[in-house]
């Protein structure tokens, strides 16, 4: 059974940074891709950033050029590095992985953004 343990969430002031991080509990070359996902209260899960595994990244416009996925496989962990935040990323950030057959979610750490 895999598991996603995600870290590194907090209060931070507007402008400021974060790094998440996102342990696995096997290699993350057993995945396809990996993939970050936000929910603010009050609204519908969003596609944040995605690495495919060995491959290209992809980020929603809303934080391109601000947010940056990274992989470690030697320490089976996912990150993203935000920068430049503003209070409209205040949410809850979920890690997920695609297996072959079936995709896996961690709990979730909040991000909150304001001064």
């Known amino acids: 059974q895999v598991q996603l343990v995600e870290s590194g969430g907090g209060l931070v002031q507007p402008g400021g940074s974060l790094r998440l991080s996102c342990a696995a509990s096997?290699?993350?070359?057993?995945?396809?891709?990996m993939r970050w996902y936000r929910q603010a209260p009050g609204k519908e899960r969003e596609l944040v950033a995605g690495?495919?595994?060995?491959?290209?990244?992809n980020y929603a416009d809303s934080v391109k050029g601000r947010f940056t996925i990274s992989g470690d496989n030697a320490k089976n962990t996912l990150y993203l590095d935000m920068n430049n935040l503003k209070p409209e990323d205040t949410a809850v950030y979920y890690c997920?992985?695609?297996?072959?057959?079936?995709?896996?979610w961690g709990q979730g750490t909040q991000v909150t953004v304001s001064s």
């Open positions: 690495l495919i595994i060995g491959g290209n990244t």
């Open positions: 997920q992985a695609q297996a072959p057959f079936r995709s896996y």
């Open positions: 096997g290699s993350i070359f057993s995945f396809s891709y």
